[in-house]
């Protein structure tokens, strides 16, 4: 006969003798002891499985993580260097400017020197003076803006790989999330 839940119940021992009664009590108590041992076995099984797919899937974000963290320290890394280069390149172009400036001081003064005083020379070596002081002048504003735009370009650089790299860590973060629950 089944149940209401679908379940098969034991049949009623007919018979009047209780030793049939005690050998039908044991084979069902053995019967139950066995499902109950397979039962257990099938739940550790799978506990050990869910483990050790945790397990697994914590190991793989760890070495995402990991990864990010390498790629963001290579990128400050290379961030730092541009920054050095572009201030040693800035400064080699600040000394050159001054050494040009230097010189032409000095030529301007043996001009000077060599003009006598009933010569009207005076205006023409001035504009001379001007425009190459012009010229040195727009030299260093060149180089200046061309350090500053290298330096505006690697630190563009260096933030979308950040947020590049943020973005996938937080990817792999919600994946986990999502797995576990």
């Known amino acids: 006969m089944q149940s209401a839940r679908g379940r098969k119940r034991p049949l009623k021992n007919t018979s009047k003798s209780p030793e049939a009664n005690v050998e039908g009590?044991?084979?069902?108590?053995?019967?139950?002891?066995?499902?109950?041992?397979?039962?257990?076995?099938?739940?550790?099984?799978?506990?050990?499985?869910?483990?050790?797919?945790?397990?697994?899937?914590?190991d793989n974000i760890t070495d995402t993580i990991d990864g990010f963290?390498?790629?963001?320290?290579?990128?400050?890394?290379?961030?730092?260097?541009?920054?050095?280069?572009?201030?040693?390149?800035?400064?080699?172009?600040l000394m050159e400017s001054r050494e040009q400036w230097g010189r032409l001081k000095h030529r301007a003064a043996d001009m000077f020197d060599a003009l006598k005083p009933e010569e009207v020379l005076g205006q023409k070596i001035f504009d001379e003076l001007s425009l190459k002081a012009s010229l040195a002048k727009m030299e260093t504003r060149q180089f200046l803006g061309r350090s500053r735009?290298?330096?505006?370009?690697?630190?563009?650089?260096?933030?979308q790989q950040s947020m590049v790299a943020l973005?996938?860590?937080?990817?792999?973060?919600?994946d986990l999330f999502h797995r576990l629950s």
């Open 69 to 93: 963290s390498h790629t963001l320290g290579d990128a400050a890394r290379d961030f730092d260097k541009k920054i050095s280069q572009t201030a040693v390149q800035f400064h080699l172009g």
């Open 25 to 58: 009590k044991e084979r069902t108590s053995s019967e139950n002891s066995e499902k109950l041992k397979s039962f257990s076995e099938q739940l550790r099984l799978k506990w050990q499985l869910a483990r050790m797919e945790v397990l697994d899937k914590r």
């Open 149 to 159: 735009d290298e330096l505006n370009k690697t630190w563009q650089q260096v933030s």
């Open 167 to 174: 973005r996938k860590m937080n990817e792999g973060i919600g």
